[in-house]
C-alpha cells in the first residue's frame, strides 16, 4: 500500500506518487535567523525530519533542502541594536539553530541554502518574471502581478476578489495594486546591500525559496513543507512566482504542521509565554520533547504544557525501561531457551502495525501507541519462566528500529550526579549573595525540572531528590 498524505492544496488524502520513481524531493521552509529558536519552530523541525526519516525507512532516496533566511528586517534591526553586521549575527544563531534541532535529535539537510549565498539565482529569477510580464520594476523596488497569474488562492482556497477587500497599499509602497507583493527592496540608507538591474536592494521573501527550491530540486518537486501559518501568504506567493516562471506545477503535495499553544493560549511575546528551544532544552531532556511532539498528529495543534510534558517523559521512560529490561535480562540470565514463534510473530503484527499507521499521513501519535504495545508485550515476555535469547534480540532489535524512525534514542538520561547538584547550589547561594535574585530563581527551577528539591532553611539551603 503507497503512503498516504495530506494535500493542502487538494484538502484531502492522496497515495504518493513521486515524480521520480523511487526518489523524493523535499523543501521545508526554515527559519529566519534573528534569534534562538522558539518551540513553534521546533515543531516543524521535528515532523519533517521525521517524514523524511520514514520516506527513507520506507526505501526512498529523499533529497531533503530546507533554507536560510539570513538577511530581512529582523536580522536589520537586531544587527543595528547590538551594533553588529547582519552576517555576524546570521551565523551566530545558524550556529544555534544545528545545536538545538541536533539535541532534538533532527537530521541535518541534504543543503541548507542561506539567501545571501543564492543572490545570482534570485536576481535571475526576478528578471525572466519581468520579461514574461508577471513582474514589474517601480523606483527600485520589484513586485509581482499577482492578477497576472491565473488561480493565484488555490493552495489557501481564498477566491482573489476576497483577497482584494482585504489588501491595501502601505506607506511608502509603490505598487500597482494592493494584491501585488515585492521580489526586490530598493535599499535604505545604511542597510545591507546587492547590486542589481534595479538598483542596491535585497529580495523580499517570498521570492528566496522559490528560486532555492528551483536550484537544488528543479522546477517540480514532491513535498513543499511548513508550518500552517505559511500557507498564505508565503506558499501561495511562492507558487505564483514559480508556476508563473517555469509553466509547470512547483509541487504536487504540500504539508503544513498545526500551531503550537502554551497552557491553552497562543505563544506571544506579549503574553509572556514565549518558549525558545535554546532555554526549554536545559530543563526539558530534549528526546521527551520531541516525544511530547510526536504524540500528537502533525496535522492538529498541540497545546504545550508542564502537565502534558510530564506525562511524556513517563510514557518516554516507560519504553526506554522495558528496552532496558530486555537487554538486563540477556546479560543476567542461564535459563534461556530456543526462540518461540508464537512471540516473533507477535513482533512481526507489531512492525506492520507501526507501518500502517505511518503509511497513513505519517500518524506519529498512533506509532506512538503501537510503541507502548511493543512495550506492554515486552514486559509479558519477561514474566515467562524461560526466554529465548533469539526472541529478546528480535524485541530490543524492534524498540531500536521503530524507535529511529521517529528519532528518538533509547539512551537513560544521565542522571544528575550530587557533585554536580552541589556546584549549581552553590552558584544559586552566590547569585543569592549578589542579589541576582533571577538567575537564584532560575537555577531553582533548572534544579526542579531534575526533579531536585530545594528547602532554605535558617541554616542553608537544603536539597532532596523529588
Known sequence: MAIQLYNTLTRKKESFQPIEEGKVKMYVCGPTVYNYIHIGNARPAIVFDTVRRYFEYRGYDVQFISNFTDVDD??????????????????????????????????????????????DIIIEFI?????????????????????????????????????RSGARIEIGEKKQDPLDFVLWKDAKEGEIYWESPWGNGRPGWHIECSAMAKKYLGNTIDIHAGGQDLTFPHHENEIAQSEALNEETFAKYWMHNGYINIDNEKMSKSLGNFILVHDIIKMINPQVLRFFMLSVHYRHPINFSQELVDSAKNGFERIITSYENLNHRIASSTNLTDHDDKWTEKLEEIRKSFIAEMDDDFNTANAVSVLFELSKTANLYLMEKTTSEHVINRFTSLFEELMDVLGLSLQKEAEILDEEIEAML??????????????????????????????????????KRG
Not at 528578471?127 to 488562492?153: H, M, N, P, Q, S
Not at 541576582?436 to 535558617?458: C, S, V
Open 74 to 119: 529582523k536580522l536589520i534591526r537586531v544587527a543595528n541594536e547590538l551594533g553588529e553586521d547582519v552576517p555576524t549575527i546570521a551565523d551566530r544563531f545558524i550556529d544555534a539553530y544545528f545545536e538545538d534541532v541536533s539535541a532534538l535529535g533532527c537530521k541535518k539537510a541534504d543543503h541548507h541554502p542561506r539567501v545571501t549565498e543564492s543572490m
Open 127 to 163: 528578471e525572466k518574471l519581468i520579461e514574461k510580464g508577471f513582474a514589474y520594476e517601480a523606483e527600485g523596488d520589484v513586485y509581482f502581478k499577482t492578477r497576472a497569474f491565473e488561480g493565484y488562492g488555490k493552495l489557501s482556497h481564498q477566491p482573489i476578489e476576497d483577497l
Open 426 to 463: 552553590q552558584q544559586r547561594i552566590d547569585a543569592r549573595k549578589n542579589r541576582d535574585f533571577a538567575l537564584a530563581d532560575q537555577i531553582r527551577d533548572q534544579l526542579k525540572a531534575m526533579n531536585i528539591i530545594l528547602e532554605d532553611t535558617p541554616q542553608g539551603t537544603r536539597w
